[in-house]
T-cell receptor, first 115, second 114 residues
Framework: AQKVTQAQTEISVVEKEDVTLDCVYE???????LFWYKQPPSGELVFLIRRNSFDEQNEISGRYSWNFQKSTSSFNFTITASQVVDSAVYFC????????????FGAGTRLFVKA | NAGVTQTPKFQVLKTGQSMTLQCAQDMNHEYMSWYRQDPGMGLRLIHYSVGAGITDQGEVPNGYNVSRSTTEDFPLRLLSAAPSQTSVYFC?????????????FGPGTRLTVL
């Protein structure tokens, strides 16, 4: 089965706290691609990161970092020193190589950052 | 570049009516797709296309048709609208070079079926 699970439906933090959004995926393909997207209250979907299954290096981009662990099939996203502008719904997504480029999205995690 | 455009932004239909949601991209992307977003369910793939003349079904294709006569356009047709099709619809495109890439999304169409 191909599946993405984002177990946290909603998270609420106070500004400047660190927060980690969990993403667990399932696929039998050895080659696959993982993504994170952000959907702010305005509704548009914004790409954050792409990772292929052969690249397990963690990535940092400003206050954002991603931890990819094939051993646990997880691709977690951490926001350091959260800000109110980080309030959004965050989606993790999977594209297996043999799936005809079909994207499987998780249900999303809604993050509230309070001032 | 306009990116991915969708029309209309909002639409109200009565049960049984048909309509077409328009989607166009000007980035020469091979891959285009349609999703619906419902509360608590993320985005679910309706139909997708890997190039002009090629379409395939996604996870929730029933009640929808698509065609891809040009690289730029990928309209989604609702054949006979039902209240269960009330949702927000997103069109997306991406290049296929180098494997699966980030998708560029349109602004969405909010559809209500009464």
């Amino acid at each position: 089965a191909q599946k993405v699970t984002q177990a946290q439906t909603e998270i609420s933090v106070v500004e400047k706290e660190d927060v980690t959004l969990d993403c667990v995926y399932e696929t039998r393909d050895t080659t696959y691609y993982l993504f994170w997207y952000k959907q702010p209250p305005s509704g548009e979907l914004v790409f954050l990161i792409r990772r292929n299954s052969f690249d397990e290096q963690n990535e940092i981009s400003g206050r954002y970092s991603w931890n990819f662990q094939k051993s646990t099939s997880s691709f977690n996203f951490t926001i350091t020193a959260s800000q109110v502008v980080d309030s959004a719904v965050y989606f993790c997504a999977l594209i297996p190589e043999n799936g005809g480029f079909k994207t499987i999205f998780g249900a999303g995690t809604r993050l509230f950052v309070k001032a | 570049n306009a990116g991915v455009t969708q029309t209309p932004k909002f639409q109200v239909l009565k049960t049984g009516q048909s309509m077409t949601l328009q989607c166009a991209q000007d980035m020469n992307h091979e891959y285009m797709s349609w999703y619906r977003q419902d509360p608590g369910m993320g985005l679910r793939l309706i139909h997708y296309s890997v190039g002009a003349g090629i379409t395939d079904q996604g996870e929730v294709p029933n009640g929808y048709n698509v065609s891809r006569s040009t690289t730029e356009d990928f309209p989604l047709r609702l054949l006979s609208a039902a209240p269960s099709q009330t949702s927000v619809y997103f069109c997306a495109s991406s290049p296929l070079a180098g494997g699966a890439n980030e998708q560029f999304f349109g602004p969405g169409t909010r559809l209500t079926v009464l």
